[in-house]
């Protein structure tokens, strides 16, 4: 089925992914950075981003769940892991693998783009590209929550047997957008964007991050993506080469 619908749309070494996971549970009280859930929780999320952007570099573990619906209304969940790094603001990598021997890879180096899938190097460059569903590129879901706004009240929860804030959020799509021509593109097929992030209370950074995205496949069906992303090593000695 044209290898699976193109699988239904559409290197470094990074490191191991971070001990022990499971969902996070709610726990009484967290403050973050003297902020607790009661406080300012659009400076807490702002500190978060800030320090996110300024590391030296992260590593991060992916998991998505992407749902689809074939032209018949058959619907399918498709599952996808894989890994990422980033060094500075100029360098960045992740692999995604899923089903149907699906590959989904992106490196930036410097500015020069690279992408791959199971078939190979691809001739566009963009880091929108490199996750199942429209908008769910891992480089795209570190921009939503980097341009994102508080929505809602924060909550206190335990995540890996640490203390967090968890902050639902909304991204400005339309700044998004703006980053790039490929982003400026893929936002016209993005319906909603809905994420939630986990700030650690001991050092104020962003620990976990989990978006769902609302978006039209190429045949103008709906799907919706949700990927997590888990940082650890924040300053680490990190070569993406």
Known sequence: MAAVLALASSCAEVGRPPQGGGAPTASP???VGGVAASGDQAATLARAVERLSQAKSYRFTIQAVYHWRTP???????SFDGEGAVVGS??????????ADSLFRMKMLDGKVINEDARGQRSEVSTSFGG??????????????K???VQGQAQAASLNGAETLRLSFIPNLGKVAAMDASHRGLQEKVQAVQGSVWVEATTGRVSQEAV???????????????????????DAAIEIN
């Open 29 to 31: 009280t967290a403050a």
């Open 72 to 78: 018949e209304g058959q619907e399918y969940d498709w």
């Open 90 to 99: 100029n360098r960045f990598y992740s692999v995604m693998q899923g089903p």
């Open 132 to 145: 199942p569903g429209v908008g769910a590129a891992p480089y795209t879901i570190i921009s939503y929550l």
């Open 147 to 149: 341009n994102g706004a």
């Open 212 to 234: 769902t995205v609302q978006s039209l496949d190429g045949r103008g069906l709906p799907q919706t993506t949700t990927v997590t992303l888990k940082f650890y090593d924040y």
